[in-house]
């Protein structure tokens, strides 16, 4: 073994851990000692986000000790930050192996700061978390998730005092403070428990009104109370709440996916507990079936993500993917509170760069500015704040499956997004269509806008860099066409400029520094490249769009638009 991973076990053996932890170091020492140098070869990081990994024992792991100095160097980052005031934080956790353990122990080492903490008396959404820090006037706030990864991991996400996750300068600044606790020494394990206090149903009360003023047409909803709806929490927190605001939208006839219904860490019928898979949105497909449906809905577990099933014209259940289901959603918000004479001129909507056009279009044409801000739901949250005084927030949303509907908190919200997915349904099936027939409709209206995403490993030592040689080569010397189609513009989200590779001409992209380039072809087509910031992997986003004359013709221009799509990533040699 290293020497310095050597040191690192050796310090924790010796040290002020528990023995449990003692023990199961010496048990791997013995047994397999190849994950024992993978739990400790590197500190786990706390990043812009927060901690996420594979629970275990270890500096690389997700465990007391990883946690607890994470929480003793944000308290030191808020105590700095809000000198002279009694700081509050809100804490939640959803249901993963740990997850209790983990917020419990971010409780105490907060409360032995001197903190007051709000502690969720059991499992709940992260959206609620959002919402409870503004609704309690709290500075920050913790949830202990590590939202749809597999049952291995856990996380912990950060959050600042207007709900929303940490964003700069205070990311940079937590994880500074973060690094600087270097021994389990540093951290105040207890002592302070007096300052802490559960909280559970007055919350929940509060955040369920707040859900329910969202709604639009409250009195559709009375005519098609009826509307079959099957949901399932994927074993997670959406249990908790989205059952009870679908009733009190006045929702009469929900079905829960019972065999998914209990929350459980090990998620014992899916391979990932993520609705952007088929396989996790299987077992309730098969139930919306038997029932013959009009809507099925799924929540991660941590319930900030949805997806949804609807039945296509043939009555054959497809699934919406998260632009499909962001393109539906702005357009019900936008054109219903229109229709309800509830829209207000300065009204806004935002999305992110890598999510559909087709937005930006509806917007356009329904006279509403429209944002678009960089990948993550703090940046919509910054947004918000930034133009809060002067502008109204209506909508945001994301390709991956977010939704955030209105201001009362700032984080992407499945439980509001299922009750206003269900009201959408309901909206249609009052003029006697469906979901499906409204997303024809508006193609046929604004234009056929068709997506896909990739991502792409590059595995062993060399795969950053090869991620990064990639990059590279796209910034330095962007193709002259992709698929037979001239590149018109070159976003480059890490300089900050646009160029227009026909004229020269550059400009200005005022948004925060990212590693993303966007290709815009001149048919309407655009292409992002995206590499993670944490693993070796790089997504590529492609979005190509076309008239739609008619309803029938969609499956035509549809076979199209795919063809479209594969020629672009035969072309760019991404397969």
Not at 321 to 334: D, K, S
Not at 418 to 440: F, H, P, Q, T
Not at 544 to 565: G, M, Q, T, Y
């Amino acid at each position: 073994m290293d020497a310095a991973i050597q040191e690192k076990v050796n310090s924790w053996l010796t040290g002020n851990y528990d023995q449990e932890t003692k023990d199961e170091i010496t048990r791997l020492q013995k047994e397999n000692p190849n994950e024992l140098t993978e739990s400790f070869y590197r500190n786990l990081e706390f990043g812009t986000g927060g901690l996420r990994g594979i629970m275990g024992v270890g500096t690389n792991r997700m465990n007391k000790y990883t946690v607890g100095m994470a929480t003793q160097g944000y308290a030191n980052y808020l105590k700095q930050s809000f000198p002279n005031q009694q700081v509050k934080v809100a804490i939640a956790h959803d249901s993963r192996n740990n997850s209790r353990f983990f917020a419990e122990t971010t409780a105490k080492v907060f409360a032995a700061n001197g903190i007051r903490v709000f502690l969720f008396q059991s499992l709940r959404p992260t959206p609620e978390l959002s919402f409870s820090i503004r609704h309690l006037g709290c500075q920050g706030g913790v949830v202990c998730t590590a939202s749809h990864n597999p049952k291995e991991y856990n996380g912990y996400k950060a959050y600042w005092n207007d709900g929303g996750q940490l964003v700069p300068p205070h990311d940079k600044n937590v994880i500074k403070e973060v690094e600087k606790i270097a021994s389990v020494d540093e951290v105040k394990w207890g002592g302070g428990e007096a300052n802490i206090s559960m909280i559970g149903k007055d919350v929940d009360e509060a955040y369920i009104n707040m859900v329910k003023s969202l709604s639009v047409y409250p009195e559709v909803i009375e005519k098609q109370h009826n509307l079959r709806i099957v949901y399932t929490p994927i074993h997670g927190t959406g249990i908790k709440l989205v059952p009870e605001v679908l009733q009190r939208f006045g929702f009469s006839n929900v079905h829960v996916v019972h065999e998914q219904a209990t929350p459980d860490g090990n998620f014992p019928t899916v391979v990932y507990p993520n609705p952007e898979e088929s396989e996790a949105m299987s077992i309730g497909l098969k139930k919306a079936k038997e029932l013959d449906a009009d809507i099925l809905l799924g929540t991660d577990p941590d319930a900030d993500r949805v997806g949804i099933g609807i039945k296509d014209k043939s009555g054959n259940w497809v699934l919406m993917n998260g632009n499909q289901t962001a393109v539906l959603a702005f357009n019900y918000m936008i054109e219903a509170r229109k229709a309800k004479g509830i829209a207000q001129s300065n009204d806004m909507v935002v999305k992110t760069i890598v999510t559909t056009d087709m937005i930006d279009t509806i917007a356009k044409a329904s006279g509403i500015a429209c944002y678009n801000v960089l990948t993550g739901f703090k940046w919509i949250a910054e947004l918000i704040k930034e133009k809060e005084a002067s502008e109204n927030y209506v909508i945001g949303g994301e390709e991956s499956y977010g939704l955030m509907i209105g201001s009362q908190l700032r984080d992407k919200d499945a439980v509001s997004a299922v009750a206003m997915l269900c009201e959408m349904a309901a909206y249609e099936k009052n003029k006697g269509r469906s979901l499906y027939d409204k997303l024809i409709d508006l193609y046929v209206q604004y234009g056929f806008y068709k997506e896909n995403l990739i991502s792409i490993t590059k595995k062993g030592m060399n795969g950053q860099k090869e991620i990064a040689d990639m990059m590279e080569t796209y910034r330095n010397n962007p193709p002259k066409t992709i698929n037979g189609s001239p590149v018109v513009q070159l976003l480059d989200y890490e300089l900050r400029t646009g160029k227009n590779l026909q004229t020269a001409e550059r400009w200005e992209i005022k948004l925060p520094k990212s590693n993303v380039l966007q290709f815009v072809l001149e048919d309407g087509s655009k292409i992002s490249a995206r590499p993670s910031g944490t693993e070796p992997k790089i997504k590529f986003y492609f979005s190509v769009n076309s008239k739609l004359n008619n309803p029938a013709e969609f499956e035509k221009v549809k076979a199209e638009l795919d063809a479209k799509i594969n020629g672009i990533i035969s072309d760019m040699k991404l397969k």
